[in-house]
């Protein structure tokens, strides 16, 4: 599919968040569609969430038991994307939620939460064990639901797997 720019839509996009699959900037930046605003970089801005939700989120994915990340896995996708790792000392959750509290700030805008949650649901880190995929996914739809969002998975969207507003 092509965007209105006509840049194809990256085929590395296999799971996690994302609205339309004709949308090449970040999986979710026709999410929303009440932003008109666009970042520096021609992308559109979605509205940042709220600091509550965002470490309701934090502290699912970083959760010290089964299903939340590792340390190493949230150091990992934290380079991946490029954050700055500003609390590396800290509880897990505490580290990933100063990450993304920090980037948010910076760039005025949530697409880099949603960018990350993306990363951390792509189904294939959970070959080995999709009950701790779907555990993830449920945990983070709780939280979700707050700004209106939801997890949605190539079986439950054939073809457009996708976080879609409720």
Not at 97 to 125: G, K, V
Request: proline share 7%; with cysteine; net charge positive.
């Amino acid at each position: 599919m092509l965007h209105a720019c006509h840049k194809p839509w990256p085929r590395a996009v296999s799971g996690g968040l994302a609205p339309e699959p004709s949308c090449r900037y970040g999986r979710v930046a026709c999410l929303l569609g009440t932003s008109r605003c666009r970042n520096t970089y021609g992308i559109q801005a979605l509205p940042n969430v709220a600091p509550g939700v965002v470490e309701t989120l934090c502290k699912v994915l970083a959760a010290t038991d089964w299903p939340g990340l590792s340390g190493s896995e949230i150091g990992r996708l934290l380079a991946m994307r490029g954050f700055e790792d500003v609390a590396p000392d800290a509880a897990k959750w505490r580290r990933l939620d100063a990450a993304m509290q920090t980037r948010q700030q910076r760039d005025r805008a949530s697409n880099c939460l949603i960018r990350f949650i993306t990363d951390a649901m792509e189904p294939s880190r959970y070959v080995d064990d999709p009950g701790r995929f779907s555990a993830l996914q449920d945990n983070l739809n709780e939280s979700l639901a707050l700004v209106g969002l939801k997890i949605r998975t190539r079986e439950s969207c054939p073809g457009n797997p996708a976080i879609h507003s409720r």
